[in-house]
């Protein structure tokens, strides 16, 4: 079985009045390529009139954002024209490319009624023969989704990119990278194999599991040797995993702000393409 190197527990970071944990990057853990950036937000409940997420106009470049809606929405706007909601189970993949601007905030509807919010949202890098590509965004609704069933139904979950045991995932992508969302019941398994040159991204959402012999609990991330390519997961209690797995692309990565590149070169190249307006104007 593949053997863990290190398990990371997710650091707390609120922004203004959003719970906020960040498995990555913390001070035990930078990246695992090519995944870069975790943010888990909630879960919490929003009283009626709320302000909603705080996430206006900002930009991006060299990388892509996927946003796990959990529970509540997302409203979606962009400078490449792209609006969306979406809803509880969702999921928003954005590849920022050679740059946009974009705003992630509540709907008029979340923020009048309230309710219940919990997000993830996930940095992906792009190699280097695809960080200047032209910027896309695709939402889907949970029903949009494709879905897996495991160990008799009492692992079910949500298969995003790539594949898992025979399921193609809902986004087609740059890359090969393998991304699912997995509801356990109490003391179900599976046991998976992830090809052993793949970085694998195990993140527990809620609950508590054993893989491969080792407790894995909520808000901690598992760093993953590249020894074997069997996962053998048991859940201790009702828990959500967040699971990916990729080839890394073993290249240099200089992130800065909202900008992940290869070369500091191409950092100040982006902050002085968004200052002077070329990754476009964003329009109220």
Avoid: C
């Amino acid at each position: 079985m593949r053997s863990i190197k290190q398990i990371h527990k997710a650091e707390y970071r609120p922004i203004s009045d959003l719970i906020t944990y960040s498995p990555m990057p913390t001070g035990s853990i930078q990246m695992i390529d090519p995944f870069l950036f975790l943010n888990h937000h909630g879960p919490q409940q929003y009283p009626p009139n709320n302000n909603g997420l705080p996430f206006g106009p900002h930009p991006h470049r060299g990388m892509e954002t996927v946003t796990f809606i959990l529970d509540g929405d997302i409203a979606h706007k962009d400078s490449g024209g792209h609006k969306s909601v979406i809803e509880n189970g969702g999921v928003q993949w954005m590849t920022a490319g050679s740059g946009l601007l974009h705003a992630e905030v509540s709907s008029e509807k979340f923020k009048k009624e309230g309710g219940d919010l919990e997000i993830l949202q996930l940095w992906v890098n792009l190699p280097a023969e695809h960080k200047m590509t032209e910027p896309k965004y695709v939402g889907f609704q949970r029903d949009q989704i494709p879905t897996i069933s495991l160990d008799n139904g009492k692992v079910t979950g949500q298969v995003v990119s790539g594949s898992l045991e025979g399921t193609k995932g809902a986004f087609n992508t740059f890359t090969d990278v393998n991304l699912a969302t997995l509801n356990f019941e109490e003391n179900a398994k599976v046991s998976l194999d992830i090809p052993k040159d793949h970085n694998i991204f195990f993140y527990v959402i809620k609950g508590e599991f054993e893989v491969n012999g080792e407790q894995v609990k909520a808000l901690h991330l598992a760093e993953f040797n590249n020894d074997d390519e069997q996962l053998e997961i048991e859940a201790k209690s009702e828990s959500t995993l967040l699971l990916g797995h990729a080839k890394p692309f073993d290249e240099p990565v200089v992130a800065r702000g909202p900008f992940v590149m290869n070369t500091m070169e191409e950092i100040d190249e982006a902050y002085a393409d968004f200052q002077t307006g070329k990754m476009g104007a964003w329009k109220e």
